[in-house]
């Protein structure tokens, strides 16, 4: 299978240009040079970068100068680091993957589209020079799969309309389901041979989000060890997960959670990155800062080798805050250990 070379160790600057309150202090203080610096240190290759079409748009659509300068200076420290980024686009005019945005209406509507397709034009024709140690995130989290169809469509045309401008920039393309798994199968074929699929990976979600508030379903004062057997995991998923159909019936229930969980998770994905010659890339994955830090350091070794195995690129949801943070206290008594296996 292809490998996302520059990109297979990497960390989300998850709530700094994306997920905000949109401040100028925010853009100013969340995140600075000394934090990338960190993350080089750590041993990582790169960066992935969410934004808001708010940092760089008005509500009329209008570019904000002074938004694009941010992108310019985190672009600049990954150079001065020797890392290479990601650019996502979280949440673009009309659509974001969380309900509380309140953005509707971009797969109906056309102008919303032209919109969307008109600032990816707008970042290749800024960004698109620096196809050596970037690459673009089109758009996080699809979520329903109602939408598949048009997204191919609207997809395929933005990829073509960043092609007449930055030809051989990579491109990294996720599905339905919040870019889950299964949706790798119905993506648009890749249009050239710079086409990265993408997928995000939080199983099993009720260890991953035990606790988190905003998960339908879930008891805020859940919390569980990740060291439990297959049946009590579909235990805890039907008491806590209303939306969420997790299927353990693979697995002995009497088993303790083990590594072929995860070998089984992932082999959809290999499956259909090898079929169609792409690289495949794991955008997100985390545990919520509610598990034991001993616990989220067993969940990150066990995918983690699953992702080294079979040459996965990714990056870890966050690097700071965001209910996930790697450097916030929580995580202290592990950091120095996780940080080699990312």
Not at 123 to 138: H, N, P, V
Not at 265 to 286: D, I, K, P, T
Request: net charge negative; with cysteine; hydrophobic share 35%.
């Amino acid at each position: 299978m292809k490998k996302l070379e520059g990109y297979m160790h990497g960390v989300n600057l998850g709530g700094w240009l994306s997920q905000c309150d949109h401040t100028k202090e925010r853009y100013d203080n969340f995140i600075k040079e000394e934090d990338i610096e960190v993350i080089k240190n750590w041993g990582l290759d790169h960066i992935r970068v969410p934004i808001d079409y708010d940092l760089v748009e008005d509500n009329e659509g209008n570019y904000k100068e002074d938004g694009f300068a941010y992108l310019d200076k985190v672009l600049d420290w990954a150079e001065k680091y020797g890392l290479n980024m990601i650019l996502d686009l979280h949440k673009t005019f009309g659509f974001s993957f969380d309900d509380g945005e309140a953005e509707t209406g971009f797969f109906e509507n056309a102008s919303y589209q032209e919109r969307f397709y008109k600032l990816w034009e707008e970042f290749a024709k800024r960004y698109g020079k620096y196809s050596d140690r970037l690459c673009f995130e089109i758009l996080n989290e699809v979520t329903e799969k109602e939408y598949c169809d048009i997204w191919n469509e609207i997809s395929t045309k933005c990829i073509k309309r960043i092609r007449a401008i930055a030809p051989d920039i990579k491109i990294l393309l996720g599905g339905y389901y919040n870019n889950s798994i299964e949706a790798l199968k119905d993506l648009a074929l890749p249009v050239d041979e710079n086409i990265v699929y993408n997928f995000h990976c939080y199983e099993p979600l009720v260890f991953t989000h035990q606790g988190g508030y905003w998960v339908a379903g879930m008891d805020t004062n859940f919390r569980m060890p990740f060291d439990v057997t297959y049946g009590k995991y579909n235990e805890y998923t039907e008491q806590n997960l209303a939306r969420y159909a997790a299927d353990f019936s693979d697995f002995d229930p009497d088993k303790v959670m083990g590594v072929e969980y995860f070998e089984n998770l992932v082999s959809e994905a290999v499956r259909v990155a090898e079929e169609r010659n792409v690289a495949l890339y794991c955008g997100e994955y985390g545990v919520i800062n509610l598990a034991t830090a001993e616990d989220t350091m067993k969940w990150y070794k066990m995918i983690c080798s699953v992702f080294e195995k079979h040459g996965i690129g990714r990056a870890a949801w966050s690097y700071k805050e965001m209910d996930f943070g790697l450097v916030d206290d929580h995580m202290k008594s592990v950091i120095d250990e996780l940080v080699k296996i990312l």
